[in-house]
């Protein structure tokens, strides 16, 4: 098993995204705002990689409208058990649909058999998701449509959520300030 660290960049709509890799599953998958040039110097490039090429598949289906399954990419987010749990949540939004911070919350409660689970807890869990679009935290909206939150920036998070046509009729931007 590898301990290096890799990345290659992907050109999305969007925006440079940069894919990092343990040589086997996705671990990352950043906005060019999220990542310096100090901490891909830490990386090293190799942009020959099959988790790389099987992720760029994976999104150029993606940015095409089709529906890509996320199991067909080897993920391999790194984070503590609560923040797995969140994300393994993300994982079964479908595509198009949108769920808040505190229906995740009370999904996760249920889960861990508790009564409550805090949606600002979710929400931090959710803000550290190293593998943005895939797992798709774009989908995760605050209470009464508040549009806060997401690593791309606000407006990158309309734009896919426009892209899965979702009605975005009831939704908002956060005033300034509360991002």
């Known amino acids: ?7 290659t960049t992907y050109d999305s709509p969007v925006g440079l995204l940069t894919l990092c890799s343990n040589g086997l599953g996705l671990t990352a998958l950043l906005f060019e705002k999220e990542i310096t040039a ?8 190799k942009d020959d990689l099959k988790i790389f090429a099987d992720t760029k598949d994976w999104l150029d289906r993606y940015f095409n409208g089709r529906k890509p399954d996320i199991e067909e990419l080897e993920l391999s987010p790194s984070g503590s058990d ?6 393994e949540m993300l994982r079964k939004i479908p595509y198009g649909k949108v769920v808040t911070y505190g229906y995740i919350a009370e999904e996760m409660a249920k889960l861990r058999g508790k009564k409550r689970m805090s949606a ?3 929400g931090g869990a959710v803000g550290r998701n190293p593998i943005s679009i895939i797992l798709p935290c774009h989908r995760v909206i605050g209470a009464g449509g ?3 939150g997401f690593g ?11 892209h899965e046509n979702v009605d975005m009729s009831g939704m908002y931007k ?3 300030g509360r991002l």
Not at 38 to 45: I, S
Request: net charge positive; proline share 2%; with cysteine.
């Open 38 to 45: 100090k901490q891909r110097d830490h990386l090293c490039r």
């Open 152 to 162: 791309g920036g606000i407006d990158i998070k309309i734009k896919l959520l426009e």
């Open 174 to 176: 956060p005033k300034k």
């Open 1 to 7: 098993m590898s301990t290096s660290e890799y990345w």
């Open 146 to 148: 508040n549009l806060t």
């Open 120 to 122: 600002q807890a979710v």
């Open 82 to 87: 609560f923040a797995m749990s969140v994300w």
